[in-house]
């Protein structure tokens, strides 16, 4: 073990190890996308659904994980900051850079864009009014993750209707052009746990090759340990976006953002109850309800995502950048999430 972390300080094998991850990376992605395509036609689901529940709760694990744990060591407010943060970094960047990337515009469902769009408003709106008293209760962490269960029973009773409605349609036809599920089943778990293994080891040498840089832990902070806990999100929808899959992006990146606010910040204030300060609350939020605002409406128009529109979510990204670094670095904090 001492071996390895010796390795972890010279120059050379961060760089080789660099390379390594990012090809396992997006190699992982590559059949994480696949595999859920393949669960979309053996369940006749439409891809965008299956983005939303399976692969955003795949691909949220590492945020979920950063913030249990910080909470439970006692930083809940890490927690707070990296839920709210990743919300900005995939909708800012990973679902910009699907948007950049498709050759054609990423067509939207409609009718899951209606019902997951206004959900996501709300419960960003929820948990905007509960956090205005500087703090989230573990009474008010049970209250989000209750709204989560039950968008969870709304998405499936929802589900339920539309097959009642397909008339026609011969489900087993669709099921034999998927060879076998439980072979699209192993290879989803273990491409995700490879996006997941990938991006730690990203984080740890890039980490390591920005301090050899002479950079600061501010610049570090805002670049890599913030997009950090977002490549699986990130590297994901560049590969939907290159497949022409982009229902799977658009998909998961609403679904990330709904868990986000429900799941990262309710587990981790039952955990241990979140202060934060009333400067944070705004501006955290202020910047999340434009770039979700702009995400959506951009998405309702035509019910499809351009080039021109991930342009300007990735502009938006870059002007919460300036703002984190030139008011809030030099007070020795950022709003942006992490590690």
């Excluded at 992982?28 to 006749?44: P, Q, R, T």
């Excluded at 989230?136 to 962490?141: K, L």
């Excluded at 035509?302 to 938006?316: A, E, P, S």
Aim: proline share 2%.
């Amino acid at each position: 073990m001492e071996f390895i972390e010796t390795l972890f300080e010279l120059l050379w094998f961060n760089l080789v190890v660099l390379g390594i991850s990012f090809y396992i990376l997006f190699k992982s992605a590559d059949f994480f996308v696949e595999s859920a395509v393949g669960i979309s036609k053996y369940y006749n689901l439409p891809k965008m659904l299956v983005g939303i529940i399976i692969v955003g709760f795949g691909t949220t694990a590492p945020e979920i994980a950063v913030s249990a744990i910080a909470s439970f060591r006692g930083h809940p407010e890490i927690a707070f900051g990296n839920a709210i943060g990743s919300v900005i970094v995939d909708d800012g960047v990973a679902l910009a850079l699907a948007g950049i990337i498709s050759s054609v515009p990423i067509l939207v469902d409609r009718r899951i864009l209606k019902m997951a769009g206004l959900f996501l408003v709300g419960i960003d709106s929820v948990a905007f009014l509960l956090a205005l008293n500087g703090r989230f209760s573990r009474i008010e962490g049970a209250i989000l993750i209750v709204l989560l269960f039950g968008y969870l029973g709304m998405v499936y009773g929802a589900e339920k209707k539309r097959r009642l409605g397909l008339i026609g349609i011969d489900i087993e036809i669709m099921r034999s052009e998927v060879k076998s599920i439980k072979k699209i089943f192993i290879i989803f778990f273990i491409a995700l746990g490879g996006v997941l293994f990938s991006s730690r080891l990203v984080v740890r040498t890039s980490v390591f090759l920005a301090s050899y840089l002479g950079l600061s832990e501010a610049i570090i902070g805002l670049t890599v340990v913030a997009i950090g806990t977002s490549l699986p999100e990130i590297s994901t929808c560049i590969v939907s976006a290159r497949k022409r899959h982009g229902e799977i992006a658009i998909g998961d990146i609403v679904g990330a953002d709904i868990l986000n606010i429900l799941w990262i910040i309710g587990v981790s204030s039952l955990i241990k109850p979140i202060n934060i300060d009333l400067i944070t609350v705004v501006t955290s939020f202020g910047f999340m309800f434009l770039v979700v605002g702009v995400m959506l409406i951009s998405m309702r128009v035509k019910y499809r995502l351009t080039r021109l529109n991930g342009i300007f979510l990735l502009l938006i990204y870059g002007i919460y950048i300036a703002f984190n670094y030139f008011l809030y670095v030099k007070k020795g904090f950022i709003l942006i999430g992490g590690q």
